[in-house]
């Protein structure tokens, strides 16, 4: 969680640093803050150094800022979500030491701060905020006072570190450099011409630059605005070269959408035919992955491991595994899997889900997987992440940038990338896949349909946004759906809402259903129509109000309000009947004038336990 930003050049980096960390805002907003070093210009109570931190979302803080006529060339940023202490200027980042000489902003969270805090406070140091990271730049000034070298202070600082971090570090008495360095949290590095920018992820850079250095664990880089030097713990130096990237910096903007989540959503064919892309043609998608048919009829069984959306898209996932290969396939939220001590042996596969790429739960199940001898795949949207560099096989999903907290073409992507797995490995062992290739080729021209109708959805939402509490039922490969319809229902609009799978609300929750409780129920496998109409009729007779999404014909008495989508097979119709359901939860939450993009205690990349 928490996003940070630098910039070293040679001119003002007030406004980049700002620009910077409103596009990181979704990993935290809790809070922010600024500080510069070198012709800076400002507060000039600390000599050298001036710094804005405050309460509250980035554009407090850039009223602030330019209130205050912050300038300088070098800084560093930080938007926060708070873990230790709660939000407020004083615990907003970056922090500096007693003696106001080094700066730091920080993202992670350090395990054994009250221990580095305890020493410190015995040598002479003293603190200001309740946070973990305030040690940080204690523990280097103290380095520095031994040995006399800003680089050495922070290498042996970092040393004595437990836990996770990324780093940016400034020094007034070097004022035109900057230290950066990580351990299991994101930090990517942009060059430009005379200058270099920082922050937490790739996107937050596009604006300026498309070379991009991704920072491996446990490596130091020293930036000065004409150069940078990469070293390791032993202050060996390291060679790096950049990665061009080829996301564009207008992925990263609205277009005209009124909030990014809504242009997400409707981005969602583009990002699937490319998540597409040719994989499905011969054995590409193998080939792409450096898989072996013989490896994958070694397979025994599949793990697949993520979290919230992420995990909802595994559950889709194991359905078309487990009917296209017959591979016993198990899901599993990563925060559980990780300390169930679960079964897996080396013809275990485990599969791990993850937009961000960084999620601390998955990573760490990816690496127990690791430890345990499986073969892991991971599928994930973001280049050079920790979880991609990690596993032993990668896919990429093609969903571009998302910047809305709550997951949607990252879902769908996910999704798709699943489909194309099983039908890759069904192809590869032999096995038939039911012309699903063909299904999913046609899949974005069914969801473009289904976004038509975009007006009906609105005006359903109008009618059901004072609601308190409300239902999500499916059945078969529709559970899932009403899962993840039911999880970005709370997300955005914190409308307290279940998911059950339709078949059992009958063995308890249906106690809860009273008159006008909205109940949104997803219906695509005509084998288990008659089914699901009979729980839809259970729920009726209590006095729910239905709302059903369907590609089915179903007559009038089932439902109150009606949301089609086009005929789609039923394996993989999540893809499509999802979006209703995020439309839903959206317009809803606008009806509430809830802020979509950033919810409520939320931050995108959830990089702590
Ligand atoms: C989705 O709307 C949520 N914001 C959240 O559940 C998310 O999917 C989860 O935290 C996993 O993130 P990841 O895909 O980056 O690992």
């Given amino acids: 969680m928490c996003g940070i930003v630098g910039y070293v050049g040679k001119k003002d980096g007030v406004d980049i640093l700002l620009d910077g960390l409103s596009s990181l805002e979704y990993r935290g907003y809790d809070s ?34 330019k209130q205050m006529g912050i300038v300088g060339n070098v800084g560093i940023g930080h938007t926060r979500w708070a873990t230790h202490g709660e939000p407020s200027d004083v615990n907003s980042h970056p922090h500096l030491d007693s003696t106001n000489t080094i700066g730091v902003v920080h993202n992670g969270i350090i395990e054994n701060y009250l221990d580095l805090k305890d020493s410190l406070l015995k040598k002479g140091y003293h603190f200001l905020s309740q946070t973990d990271t305030e040690v940080i730049p204690n523990l280097i000034k103290d380095y520095c006072n031994q040995t006399g070298d800003f680089v050495d202070a922070t290498i042996k600082a970092t040393a004595e570190l437990k836990g996770s971090y990324a780093l940016a570090v400034v020094d007034k008495d070097n004022p035109d450099e900057m230290i950066v360095t990580k351990k299991d949290s994101p930090l990517v590095i942009g060059e430009g011409e005379g200058e270099f920018f920082i922050a937490s992820d790739i996107p937050a850079l596009l604006k300026h630059t498309n070379k991009v250095y991704i920072l491996e664990d446990n490596e130091f880089a020293k930036i000065t605005p004409d150069n940078i030097v990469f070293f390791d713990e032993a202050k060996k130096r390291i060679e790096k070269k950049y990665k061009e990237i080829d996301w564009s910096a207008e992925a990263a903007q609205k277009g005209g959408y009124e909030d990014f989540m809504l242009k997400e959503i409707f981005e969602q064919p583009t990002a699937i035919r490319k998540t597409i892309g040719n994989r499905l043609d011969k054995d590409n998608l193998i080939a792409e992955l450096g898989i072996t048919p013989e490896y994958i009829k070694s397979i025994e069984k599949i793990y697949i491991v993520a979290c919230g959306t992420a995990m909802n898209a595994g559950l889709s996932g194991r359905k078309i595994i487990e009917k296209l290969l017959k591979i016993p396939t198990e899901v599993d ?6 300390y169930r001590e679960p079964l897996i042996t080396e013809k275990t596969l485990v599969i791990t889900i993850s937009q961000s790429g960084e999620t601390a739960d998955t990573l760490a199940a990816l690496r127990l997987a690791k430890k345990s001898n499986a073969k892991t795949l991971t599928i994930t949207n973001t280049i050079g992440s920790t979880i991609s560099r990690e596993a032993d096989f990668v896919m990429y999903t093609q969903a571009g940038p998302e910047i809305a907290v709550a997951s949607t073409k990252a879902y769908n992507t996910q999704l798709v990338a699943m489909y194309c797995l099983a039908i890759a490995f069904a192809k590869a062992l032999n096995l038939d896949y039911n012309d699903l290739d063909k299904e999913l080729e046609s899949i974005s021209n069914k969801i473009e349909i289904a976004l038509q109708k975009v007006d009906n959805i609105k005006d359903i939402a109008k009618q059901m946004y004072n609601a308190h509490d409300m239902f999500f039922l499916g059945r078969g490969n529709d559970f899932p759906v009403a899962q993840e319809g039911s999880l970005k229902l709370k997300e955005i609009s914190y409308i307290h809402s279940e998911a059950y799978a339709a078949g059992e609300l009958k063995h308890g929750p249906i106690a809860l259903i009273e ?48 949301i089609e989508v086009p005929q789609c097979s039923s394996i993989i119709s999540p893809m499509l009947t999802v979006v209703p359901a995020q439309l839903l939860a959206y317009y809803i939450a606008k009806d509430k004038e809830l802020d979509v993009d950033k919810p409520r205690n939320l931050a995108k990349s959830v990089t702590v336990e």
Avoid: H, P
Avoid at 530 to 535: G, H, P, R
């Fill in 32 to 65: 922010a803050g600024i500080m510069t070093l070198n012709n800076t210009r400002g507060n000039n109570e600390l000599e050298g150094i001036s710094i804005c931190k405050t309460k509250g979302r980035v554009d407090n803080l850039a009223k602030n800022a």
């Fill in 515 to 562: 008159k006008d409780t909205f109940v949104v129920c997803i219906v695509t496998d005509n084998t288990l129509l008659d089914k699901s109409l009979s729980n839809i009729q259970e729920v009726k007779t209590r006095g729910a109000k239905v709302v059903l999404i369907t590609d089915q014909k179903v007559d009038k008495k089932y439902y109150d309000y009606l």
């Fill in 333 to 338: 939220i990563a925060s559980e899997f990780r």
